[in-house]
Nanobody
Framework: VQLQASGGGLVQAGDSLRLSCEASRRTDSSDGTGWFRQAPGKGRDFVAVISGSGRVSYYADSLKGRFTISRDSALNTVFLQVDSLKPDDTAVYYC?????????????????WGKGTEVTVSS
């Protein structure tokens, strides 16, 4: 599956963004679709993942409350709503799909990566 992420940009602290990840086809029901982010000079960190049905989702502990993942299966698209953005949220955000991603929230669990979308938050 090919993934296309979009929605990034330059925003101010406190703003909100909605990132989109469109898949080239419907993913398997057992696959998780998620987001990772990579800040400049750092590793790629897990953000959130959602199940194929959309009923189950997980978030990185440090990001709970400001990040919301959702999906529109009719559009083969997963969204990441980010509220109250902080400068520390500055990163390239990558969407990903993996059959083990729902359980293992690590880059090793990813089967397919999309190209990232860059988010820059100014203070």
């Amino acid at each position: 599956v090919q993934l296309q992420a979009s929605g990034g940009g330059l925003v101010q602290a406190g703003d909100s963004l909605r990132l989109s990840c469109e898949a080239s086809r419907r993913t398997d029901s057992s696959d998780g679709t998620g987001w990772f982010r990579q800040a400049p000079g750092k590793g790629r960190d897990f953000v959130a993942v959602i199940s194929g049905s959309g009923r189950v989702s997980y978030y990185a502990d440090s990001l709970k409350g400001r990040f919301t993942i959702s999906r529109d299966s009719a559009l083969n698209t997963v969204f990441l709503q980010v509220d109250s953005l902080k400068p520390d949220d500055t990163a390239v955000y990558y969407c990903a799909v993996g059959s083990r991603l729902l359980l293992l929230h690590t880059p090793d669990a990813v089967d397919s990566w999309g190209k990232g979308t860059e988010v820059t938050v100014s203070s």
